[in-house]
Protein backbone atom coordinates (compact mmCIF):
# COMPACT_ATOMS: atom_id res chain seq x y z
CA UNK A 1 0.00 0.00 0.00
CA UNK A 2 1.19 3.81 -1.02
CA UNK A 3 -0.70 5.27 1.75
CA UNK A 4 -2.29 7.42 -0.87
CA UNK A 5 -6.24 7.67 -0.90
CA UNK A 6 -8.58 8.89 -3.49
CA UNK A 7 -12.27 9.17 -3.01
CA UNK A 8 -14.46 9.38 -4.96
CA UNK A 9 -13.62 5.94 -6.91
CA UNK A 10 -15.91 6.79 -9.85
CA UNK A 11 -17.84 9.29 -10.53
CA UNK A 12 -20.60 10.63 -13.53
CA UNK A 13 -21.04 14.20 -14.74
CA UNK A 14 -22.42 15.99 -17.35
CA UNK A 15 -20.81 18.52 -19.30
CA UNK A 16 -20.66 21.57 -18.31
CA UNK A 17 -20.95 20.81 -14.74
CA UNK A 18 -17.98 21.07 -11.89
CA UNK A 19 -16.09 18.50 -10.08
CA UNK A 20 -14.16 18.37 -6.86
CA UNK A 21 -11.87 14.98 -6.50
CA UNK A 22 -9.86 14.16 -3.38
CA UNK A 23 -6.97 12.74 -2.49
CA UNK A 24 -5.01 12.29 1.32
CA UNK A 25 -1.70 10.95 2.17
CA UNK A 26 0.41 10.38 5.28
CA UNK A 27 2.56 12.42 7.37
CA UNK A 28 5.52 13.66 5.57
CA UNK A 29 3.98 13.31 1.97
CA UNK A 30 4.66 16.69 1.64
CA UNK A 31 4.52 16.95 -2.03
CA UNK A 32 1.46 16.01 -3.97
CA UNK A 33 1.22 15.95 -7.79
CA UNK A 34 -2.37 15.33 -10.13
CA UNK A 35 -1.79 13.25 -13.99
CA UNK A 36 -4.94 12.58 -15.98
CA UNK A 37 -4.85 9.00 -17.79
CA UNK A 38 -7.35 8.66 -20.96
CA UNK A 39 -8.19 5.26 -22.04
CA UNK A 40 -5.33 4.01 -23.54
CA UNK A 41 -3.04 6.65 -22.82
CA UNK A 42 -0.23 7.22 -19.89
CA UNK A 43 -0.86 9.32 -17.03
CA UNK A 44 -0.50 13.22 -18.37
CA UNK A 45 0.69 16.07 -15.96
CA UNK A 46 -1.34 18.14 -14.47
CA UNK A 47 0.12 20.40 -11.48
CA UNK A 48 2.08 19.62 -8.66
CA UNK A 49 1.68 21.34 -4.81
CA UNK A 50 4.42 21.96 -2.76
CA UNK A 51 3.52 23.34 1.15
CA UNK A 52 0.09 24.43 -0.36
CA UNK A 53 1.49 26.58 -3.01
CA UNK A 54 1.05 25.02 -6.84
CA UNK A 55 5.00 24.84 -8.32
CA UNK A 56 4.56 23.32 -11.73
CA UNK A 57 1.96 23.00 -14.24
CA UNK A 58 1.59 20.84 -17.27
CA UNK A 59 -0.50 21.71 -20.72
CA UNK A 60 -3.58 22.03 -19.10
CA UNK A 61 -6.06 25.20 -19.33
CA UNK A 62 -6.96 27.17 -15.91
CA UNK A 63 -10.29 25.30 -15.35
CA UNK A 64 -8.12 22.53 -13.76
CA UNK A 65 -7.19 23.88 -10.43
CA UNK A 66 -6.15 22.28 -7.27
CA UNK A 67 -5.76 22.94 -3.25
CA UNK A 68 -3.69 21.06 -1.26
CA UNK A 69 -4.05 21.10 2.91
CA UNK A 70 -1.89 21.20 5.64
CA UNK A 71 -3.49 17.80 6.83
CA UNK A 72 -1.76 16.58 4.11
CA UNK A 73 -4.57 16.03 2.18
CA UNK A 74 -5.62 17.66 -1.91
CA UNK A 75 -7.64 18.93 -4.10
CA UNK A 76 -8.72 18.60 -8.05
CA UNK A 77 -11.37 20.91 -9.25
CA UNK A 78 -12.34 21.13 -12.91
CA UNK A 79 -14.37 23.91 -14.05
CA UNK A 80 -17.05 23.60 -17.22
CA UNK A 81 -16.08 19.76 -17.93
CA UNK A 82 -15.63 18.56 -21.31
CA UNK A 83 -16.30 14.99 -22.31
CA UNK A 84 -12.65 14.98 -23.18
CA UNK A 85 -12.14 15.15 -19.78
CA UNK A 86 -13.08 11.56 -18.92
CA UNK A 87 -10.52 10.24 -17.74
CA UNK A 88 -8.80 8.24 -14.59
CA UNK A 89 -7.04 11.21 -12.23
CA UNK A 90 -4.67 10.50 -10.25
CA UNK A 91 -2.76 11.94 -7.68
CA UNK A 92 0.97 10.90 -6.24
CA UNK A 93 2.49 12.08 -3.28
CA UNK A 94 6.63 12.18 -2.38
CA UNK A 95 7.97 11.20 0.90
CA UNK A 96 9.92 14.31 1.96
CA UNK A 97 13.21 13.54 1.35
CA UNK A 98 12.90 11.36 -1.25
CA UNK A 99 11.40 13.50 -3.98
CA UNK A 100 11.95 11.86 -6.75
CA UNK A 101 10.00 9.14 -6.37
CA UNK A 102 5.83 9.71 -6.63
CA UNK A 103 3.48 7.04 -4.72
CA UNK A 104 0.30 6.81 -6.56
CA UNK A 105 -3.15 6.20 -5.36
CA UNK A 106 -5.84 4.17 -6.82
CA UNK A 107 -7.50 7.03 -8.74
CA UNK A 108 -10.87 8.60 -9.67
CA UNK A 109 -12.47 7.55 -12.56
CA UNK A 110 -14.49 10.32 -14.08
CA UNK A 111 -16.87 10.69 -16.93
CA UNK A 112 -18.36 13.02 -18.34
CA UNK A 113 -21.65 12.53 -20.95
CA UNK B 1 9.66 17.82 -27.03
CA UNK B 2 10.49 15.04 -24.37
CA UNK B 3 9.12 12.36 -24.45
CA UNK B 4 9.20 8.49 -23.17
CA UNK B 5 8.38 5.68 -26.08
CA UNK B 6 7.10 2.61 -25.39
CA UNK B 7 7.37 0.59 -28.55
CA UNK B 8 5.26 -2.36 -27.81
CA UNK B 9 1.70 -2.73 -27.28
CA UNK B 10 1.56 -5.73 -26.05
CA UNK B 11 3.94 -8.38 -25.00
CA UNK B 12 3.19 -12.10 -24.81
CA UNK B 13 5.58 -14.12 -23.08
CA UNK B 14 5.62 -17.79 -21.83
CA UNK B 15 5.33 -18.64 -18.17
CA UNK B 16 8.91 -19.35 -16.89
CA UNK B 17 10.48 -17.82 -19.89
CA UNK B 18 12.47 -14.03 -19.32
CA UNK B 19 10.82 -11.26 -20.38
CA UNK B 20 11.58 -7.72 -21.34
CA UNK B 21 9.67 -4.62 -22.14
CA UNK B 22 11.28 -2.13 -23.82
CA UNK B 23 11.43 1.65 -23.23
CA UNK B 24 13.36 4.56 -24.79
CA UNK B 25 13.51 8.29 -23.48
CA UNK B 26 14.03 11.76 -25.34
CA UNK B 27 14.35 13.79 -21.95
CA UNK B 28 17.14 16.55 -21.65
CA UNK B 29 20.13 16.14 -18.94
CA UNK B 30 20.26 13.29 -17.09
CA UNK B 31 16.51 12.25 -16.11
CA UNK B 32 15.97 9.64 -13.35
CA UNK B 33 13.82 7.10 -14.65
CA UNK B 34 11.64 4.77 -13.75
CA UNK B 35 8.91 1.44 -14.09
CA UNK B 36 5.73 1.29 -12.56
CA UNK B 37 2.89 -1.28 -13.03
CA UNK B 38 -0.67 -1.18 -13.27
CA UNK B 39 -3.56 -3.57 -12.46
CA UNK B 40 -7.18 -3.32 -13.57
CA UNK B 41 -9.03 -0.71 -11.68
CA UNK B 42 -6.00 -0.06 -9.55
CA UNK B 43 -3.43 3.11 -9.33
CA UNK B 44 0.24 2.94 -10.62
CA UNK B 45 2.68 0.94 -8.38
CA UNK B 46 6.01 1.59 -8.25
CA UNK B 47 8.75 -0.98 -9.16
CA UNK B 48 12.27 0.70 -9.63
CA UNK B 49 14.24 3.69 -10.65
CA UNK B 50 17.25 4.44 -11.85
CA UNK B 51 19.26 7.53 -10.92
CA UNK B 52 22.48 7.08 -11.22
CA UNK B 53 25.67 4.37 -10.44
CA UNK B 54 25.20 0.95 -11.84
CA UNK B 55 23.32 0.24 -15.19
CA UNK B 56 21.59 -2.47 -14.17
CA UNK B 57 18.49 -1.72 -11.13
CA UNK B 58 17.06 -4.21 -9.09
CA UNK B 59 13.04 -3.53 -8.23
CA UNK B 60 9.80 -5.35 -6.27
CA UNK B 61 8.76 -8.96 -7.42
CA UNK B 62 12.58 -9.99 -9.41
CA UNK B 63 11.86 -7.33 -11.84
CA UNK B 64 15.15 -5.36 -12.73
CA UNK B 65 15.99 -3.05 -15.76
CA UNK B 66 18.96 -2.26 -17.51
CA UNK B 67 19.89 1.26 -17.78
CA UNK B 68 21.96 2.30 -21.66
CA UNK B 69 22.94 5.80 -21.92
CA UNK B 70 24.33 5.69 -25.74
CA UNK B 71 20.42 4.20 -26.85
CA UNK B 72 18.35 6.02 -24.01
CA UNK B 73 16.59 3.03 -23.49
CA UNK B 74 15.81 1.76 -19.70
CA UNK B 75 14.09 -1.83 -20.69
CA UNK B 76 12.40 -3.72 -17.90
CA UNK B 77 13.50 -7.61 -17.58
CA UNK B 78 12.62 -10.63 -15.30
CA UNK B 79 14.17 -13.68 -15.34
CA UNK B 80 11.35 -15.66 -15.17
CA UNK B 81 7.78 -14.48 -15.69
CA UNK B 82 4.63 -15.34 -13.84
CA UNK B 83 1.26 -15.43 -14.83
CA UNK B 84 0.34 -12.90 -12.28
CA UNK B 85 2.81 -10.15 -13.81
CA UNK B 86 0.13 -10.09 -16.46
CA UNK B 87 -0.60 -6.37 -16.09
CA UNK B 88 -0.20 -2.87 -17.93
CA UNK B 89 3.45 -1.84 -17.38
CA UNK B 90 4.49 2.03 -17.74
CA UNK B 91 8.29 3.91 -18.50
CA UNK B 92 9.04 7.34 -16.79
CA UNK B 93 11.31 9.91 -17.11
CA UNK B 94 11.50 12.59 -14.60
CA UNK B 95 12.13 16.10 -15.37
CA UNK B 96 13.04 18.46 -12.08
CA UNK B 97 13.66 22.45 -12.05
CA UNK B 98 15.58 22.98 -9.17
CA UNK B 99 14.43 26.50 -9.12
CA UNK B 100 10.77 25.21 -8.53
CA UNK B 101 11.45 22.05 -6.89
CA UNK B 102 8.93 20.70 -9.26
CA UNK B 103 9.60 16.49 -10.34
CA UNK B 104 7.32 16.19 -13.76
CA UNK B 105 6.80 12.31 -14.77
CA UNK B 106 6.69 11.95 -18.52
CA UNK B 107 5.16 8.54 -19.53
CA UNK B 108 5.15 5.86 -21.78
CA UNK B 109 1.95 4.92 -23.53
CA UNK B 110 2.00 1.79 -21.67
CA UNK B 111 2.78 -2.09 -22.17
CA UNK B 112 0.57 -4.85 -21.79
CA UNK B 113 2.35 -7.53 -20.64
CA UNK B 114 0.44 -11.28 -20.74
CA UNK B 115 2.07 -14.32 -18.89
CA UNK B 116 0.56 -17.85 -20.49
CA UNK B 117 0.30 -20.37 -18.59
Known amino acids: ETGVTQSPTHLIKTRGQQVTLRCSSQ?????VSWYQQALGQGPQFIFQYYREEENGRGNFPPRFSGLQFPNYSSELNVNALELDDSALYLCASTIEGVWETQYFGPGTRLLVL | AQSVAQPEDQVNVAEGNPLTVKCTYSVSGNPYLFWYVQYPNRGLQFLLKYITGDNLVKGSYGFEAEFNKSQTSFHLKKPSALVSDSALYFCAASTSSYTSGTYKYIFGTGTRLKVLA
Open chain 1, 27 to 31: SGHNT
